[in-house]
């Protein structure tokens, strides 16, 4: 399906049999309810490449995406939240792309893809999870995380998605806390960022900033006792803390000290 120039609005589902191709127009999903993208072929992963998309729908509803959405020019994010199932798709912004939007009504569950950065210009990235985990248990958590670079790059890119849970369930606070490398107090059990950066062995170099809110499972007394970590395959590395905004309740970003990348 091609849509040269033109605006397509979206009301209702989308089960694809190859891919539409807007990259030239703007996609809207603007249902009442929740809408699925799907595919005929779920072995066959198709995508949906746009110049701009919007999400503007009411109040805890979301876009349940199992393919990958390419977007060239911008994305609005008014109200609510582009899902991405596991292992099933991604938001793919381009070079030169941006995204707006992005609050605790309306963000990205699932991996979010950028490529391309300019030199100390931070880029967020509006992640959080949203997991039904019974009938009457729902996961709904907004977390932000953001990227800094050293370098410019149209090439490159880096990959942010949000888990409101425990990385490694084996641990948990304050009795059997996760290991750390002795600089660190205590390393949250209830969430975590995966960011990965795009090729793996890429020079480009970028620091990270991190958010917290509402449902964490850590006191914050102190922001500026707050500090960046990273798993290093065994434990957790500090990464410092380069400054800090925020409440002991809400804020974003805590930047590391240095390159974690």
């Known amino acids: 399906l091609g849509n040269s120039g033109s605006s397509l609005e979206i009301l209702g589902d989308i089960i694809l049999d190859g891919s539409i191709n807007s990259s030239a127009g703007s996609i809207s999903f603007t249902g009442t309810g929740n809408q699925l993208i799907g595919t005929t072929v779920p072995t066959a992963p198709s995508t949906i490449f746009a110049n701009n998309l919007t999400i503007d729908k009411p109040l805890n509803t979301r876009v349940i995406s199992n393919e990958s959405i390419s977007v060239s020019g911008e994305v609005d994010l008014v109200r609510g939240i582009l899902d991405f199932k596991p292992g099933s798709g991604r938001l793919e912004l381009d070079d030169g792309a ?146 800090g905004f925020g409440t002991i309740n809400s804020g974003g970003p805590a930047y590391s000290n240095g390159k974690v990348y």
């Not at 709904?140 to 888990?163: C, I, K, L």
């Not at 205590?186 to 917290?212: H, M």
């Open 98 to 243: 941006g995204i707006v939007g992005g609050s605790t009504t309306s963000y990205v569950s699932g991996p979010l893809r950028k490529t391309g950065f300019t030199l100390n210009q931070e880029f967020k990235f509006p992640v959080g999870d949203y997991r039904v985990i019974t009938v009457d248990s729902t996961v709904n958590v907004y977390n932000p995380s953001f990227v800094t670079t050293s370098t410019t790059t149209n090439s490159e890119a880096f990959q942010s998605e949000y888990f409101h849970e425990n990385f490694n369930s084996n641990y948990t606070n304050p009795n059997n806390p996760p290991p750390t490398d002795g600089s660190l107090e205590i390393v949250s059990t209830c969430n975590y960022w995966d960011i990965d950066k795009i090729p793996s062995g890429s020079a480009l170099q970028a620091s990270v900033g991190l958010s917290w809110g509402e449902g964490e499972c850590i006191d914050i007394t102190d922001v500026l006792s707050l500090r960046v970590s990273s798993f290093n395959g065994t434990e957790w590395d500090n990464q410092g803390l380069l400054y």
